[in-house]
């Protein structure tokens, strides 16, 4: 197996709340034995493979992930099982512009928690258009969107935000607040249905599951490098990072509690022609 990159999102990944999450999504598509799918910012292949789970049982069968990491792509191929008549490949290249390493139209299109991230999502859901068979699925999830903090948490991520940026502050370090940073920029839900819509696309499956993230799971994503880039950009990343867990942990400790509550947004939607 590859060695695990430095600040990567694999550790996030691993916990149980959210396998359960991506299982949710990968169930509400509706993918059939046989289908041809195409897995966005596919990382080390952990959706790829439950894909793979549901269409991989009839020959014929294709999953392509697409990634900018090759280090993360030499990893998924590696724990991404073979499977007789099926086909599994794992191709370098970028969200924005996907179809460049495509050669025909696919069944689904899937983004798991990393829309949010991309500054031309307009332009990705018009190559999600051209690159699907009529009829075709688009289906993304994501926990960085105007509403994931519900009311009850909004004083946990205010006090370990605060608390972050004085640790930084007392080693004289400020964050470059006038860096843009798109995972800062959320959209709201009628705005990702706006869009959707305005780019040929019907949701058919939109839900909001509520999700109780351990003490563990906000010091791994505060290991992972968007995420700290974009909490304070322009920040060295080892310091960001240190910053956060160590904030996170005393957080915690101060209100006493156990989990603190997240809102994960989960759409599929239908090409309408």
């Given at each position: ?14 916990h ?30 952990a ?28 990893e ?28 025909e ?13 991309i500054?031309d999502?307009?332009g ?51 964050p470059?607040?006038?860096?843009k ?5 959320r959209?709201?839900?009628?705005e ?56 996170a ?16 947004l989960?759409v ?6």
């Amino acid at each position: 197996m590859a060695p695990e990159k430095l600040f990567s999102f694999e550790p996030f990944a691993r916990h149980e709340f959210y396998k359960d999450i991506n299982r949710k999504l990968v169930d509400r598509i509706g993918l059939k034995p046989g289908d041809h799918v195409v897995d966005l910012a596919c990382g080390t292949g952990a959706v790829t493979r439950l894909i793979l789970e549901r269409v991989g049982t009839k020959p014929g069968a294709r999953v392509i992930g697409i990634d900018l990491s090759p280090q993360s792509l030499d990893e998924a191929r590696a724990t991404t099982p073979t499977l007789e008549g099926v086909s599994v490949d794992y191709r370098e290249g970028d969200v924005v512009g996907f179809e460049e390493v495509l050669d025909e139209p696919v069944d689904a299109i899937t983004i798991f928690n990393a829309i949010h991230m991309i500054k031309d999502k307009a332009g990705v859901l018009t190559s999600a258009f051209t690159q699907l068979k009529p009829g075709g699925l688009f289906a993304f999830s994501s926990a960085f969107y105007d509403g994931a903090e519900p009311p009850e948490a909004e004083s946990f991520y205010r006090k370990w935000m605060m608390k972050a940026l004085r640790l930084l502050r007392r080693e004289g370090i400020s964050p470059r607040r006038e860096a843009k940073v798109e995972a800062r920029q959320r959209l709201t839900i009628a705005e990702y249905d706006e869009l959707l819509e305005a780019h040929g696309f019907r949701v058919e499956n939109q839900e909001i599951v509520s999700v109780d993230m351990p003490p563990e799971s906000f010091e791994d994503i505060s290991r992972f490098e968007p995420f700290i880039e974009g909490t304070f950009p322009g920040v060295d990343l080892s310091k960001a990072s240190e910053a956060l867990i160590a904030a996170a942990r005393s957080t915690f400790e101060d209100l006493g509690w156990k989990v603190s509550p997240r809102n994960w947004l989960l759409v599929v939607a239908r090409k309408t022609a």
